[in-house]
């Protein structure tokens, strides 16, 4: 298999490594972002192909939710696998779902994070319809 490239988008640093050496400890390469508009930033101006990005809704400056929408507005942004990541109840996000491949409800095993997305891509990339765990 291919080495996967994402980029983990988190505000919480703790949690955010985590995944991060999780991960990468699977083979993907993985940068990071500790806010929505850095992670946008981020998306933006890597050049290699981004195979997933990999988000939480509520952080400062620009929430995930928000970075999504940014993100799909662009045209390698249509394409790509967007994974969010919510503490919030079930429901709360509903017509923002249109933006995710996936919604992951916190807490999760973050052990089985690295089997999600390849299991994520291997569906179809392009549809924004999103399920929760």
Do not use: W
């Amino acid at each position: 298999m291919q080495m996967l490239h994402g980029i983990i988008v988190e505000d919480d640093k703790l949690i955010r490594l985590m995944l991060k050496k999780v991960l990468e400890s699977k083979g993907f390469e993985i940068q990071e972002a500790c806010n929505g508009l850095e992670g946008f930033e981020l998306f933006e101006k890597t050049e290699k192909k981004i195979d997933f990005i990999l988000t939480d809704f509520m952080m400062p400056y620009l929430n995930g939710i928000e970075m999504a929408e940014r993100i799909r507005a662009t045209e390698k942004g249509k394409s790509i696998t967007l994974i969010g990541m919510t503490a919030a109840e079930e429901g709360m996000f509903d017509k923002e779902q249109v933006y995710f491949n996936k919604l992951l409800r916190k807490p999760f095993k973050i052990s089985d994070i690295h089997q999600l997305i390849i299991d994520v891509m291997k569906g179809d990339q392009t549809s924004n319809q999103a399920n929760s765990i």
